[in-house]
């Protein structure tokens, strides 16, 4: 098991040669007939504020410059297949992040995995629908985004090539029955030949779709998912022995975990440690984090330690939208949520009751169901129940702009503005 640590230097192809040549792949990678790469956009919502954006997805341009350098060294097909999580529209996103444009003019092709076909496949004692895109394939080129991740500790390589390659159904399904020990267990049957973890502009604290980009000028590519994620969580100062899908891979023997024992090529580890990169809080810390972030602490509870980013974004994404226009103008409110949240003895403000994984609680609060609930009735439900008049005025107001306008992207949540002062790169401006 080798891994490389590769500098961005600016340029994409150089790059990837960089990798292929390191990994001894040049040369035997062109001789494929079909080669499907999976990158990662399942949860970029394309109102995300662009520098947002860039941390949370794979580099658009390394995607194009990888399937372009493929097929110029003569790859018959090149595909490039990804799905959404709840709520986003994957071609939406390829067309939004002109990947529509781009791959077909690299040589490649788009596949939507939502709306393709899937086939059941057993993982430990349970069943998926896996994308037939990835049967198909003579080689496959794992690409995620470096991110830290509230539920996960971190998503790279292994939460991408799992959670992105199977249906809406499967992923809350593997939310539900235990998502560390089946993603790493459907990374495992999947067993991507390469994985290139794109941590040029990396996601670090409230991962993976509330934080903070971080310029880290890194790509860190291997020949098996466990491993390569590994050294990723090493350089983003996480130890990866305490990554509980990664230890369960490992200890099944599929991929090593204990740096001492991957052979790294490219750049030092040690000089590519982010010594300072921000963790994700713990997922019961929730509600206190993202309150701070959204700029209304003390107003927000979030209870549960085991709900997915489906809930999350259906609720804390539609806060996110109404308290820009209220400036965090709202009551207190707590969201109970997941298969293991309960409404706490002295609860703050109104209680809403959250996904159907909460059903056992439906009458215990405003009840939200769907898998995930709908964000469009929650908003409205939100707007008529937590806000005064004059917020209400306001929320409304917003809203009725945003959807006349033709910019529909949001501005920055509370923390991320602050990170735009510092850092003087506020795009939204
Ligand atoms: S109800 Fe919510 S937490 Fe449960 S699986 Fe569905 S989206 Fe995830």
């Avoid at 991740?149 to 799992?162: D, E, F, P, Y």
Wanted: proline fraction near 4%.
């Amino acid at each position: 098991m080798t891994v490389g640590i590769f500098r961005f230097k600016g340029s994409y192809e150089e790059s990837i040669w960089d990798i292929l040549k390191n990994l001894n792949l040049e040369g035997k990678i062109f001789g494929y007939n079909t080669i499907v790469i999976k990158p990662n956009y399942g949860s970029l919502h394309l109102g995300y504020p662009p520098e947002i954006q860039a941390s949370i997805g794979t580099d658009p341009r390394l995607v194009a410059a990888l399937v372009k350098l493929l097929k110029d060294n003569g790859v018959g097909r090149v595909i490039v297949a990804e799905s959404g999580m709840y709520g986003v529209k994957i071609d939406k996103v390829y067309e939004g992040l002109e990947l529509a444009k781009s791959i077909p003019e690299a040589g490649g092709e788009l596949y939507n995995i939502d709306t393709g076909e899937f086939e059941t496949v057993e993982i430990g004692e349970t069943t998926v629908n896996l994308s037939k895109v990835f049967g198909d394939c003579d080689f496959l080129i794992n690409i995620p985004s470096m991110k830290t991740h509230i539920l996960c500790t971190v998503s790279l390589g292994t939460k991408n090539i799992a959670v992105g390659a199977i249906d809406f159904e499967s992923k809350a399904k593997i939310h539900r029955e235990g998502i560390h020990r089946l993603i790493a267990l459907l990374a495992e049957k999947m067993n991507p030949d390469l994985t290139i973890i794109d941590g040029i502009v990396s996601h670090e604290y409230l991962g993976p779709t509330f934080g903070l980009p971080r310029r880290t000028n890194l790509l860190i590519a291997g020949d098996n998912v466990i491993s390569t994620d590994s050294v990723a969580a090493t350089i983003m100062n996480i130890d990866s022995r305490e990554v509980e899908h990664l230890k369960f891979a490992s200890e099944r023997g599929f991929g090593k975990i204990d740096i001492s024992r991957i052979e790294i090529k490219g750049e030092k580890l040690e000089d590519s440690v982010v010594a300072d990169f921000q963790h994700c809080c713990r997922i019961d810390e929730a509600g206190e984090y993202y309150s701070r972030a959204l700029g209304i602490e003390g107003k927000m509870d979030i209870c549960g330690t085991d709900y997915c980013s489906g809930c999350l974004n259906a609720t804390v994404g539609v806060i996110w939208v109404i308290t820009n226009y209220t400036e965090g103008d709202t009551k207190p409110f707590t969201f109970v949520m997941g298969t293991d949240g309960e409404v706490p003895e002295n609860p703050r403000g109104k209680i809403y009751i959250v996904g159907d994984c909460q059903a056992k609680n439906k009458d215990k609060g405003e009840f939200l169901p769907g898998c995930p609930p709908n964000g469009k009735e929650f908003y409205q439900i939100f707007v008529e129940q937590c806000l005064s008049d004059e917020a209400k005025r306001k929320a409304v107001e917003g809203q009725e702009k945003r959807k006349n306008s033709k910019d529909r992207r949001l501005p920055p949540m509370k923390h991320t503005l602050k990170y735009y002062q510092k850092n003087n790169t506020n795009e939204n401006k």
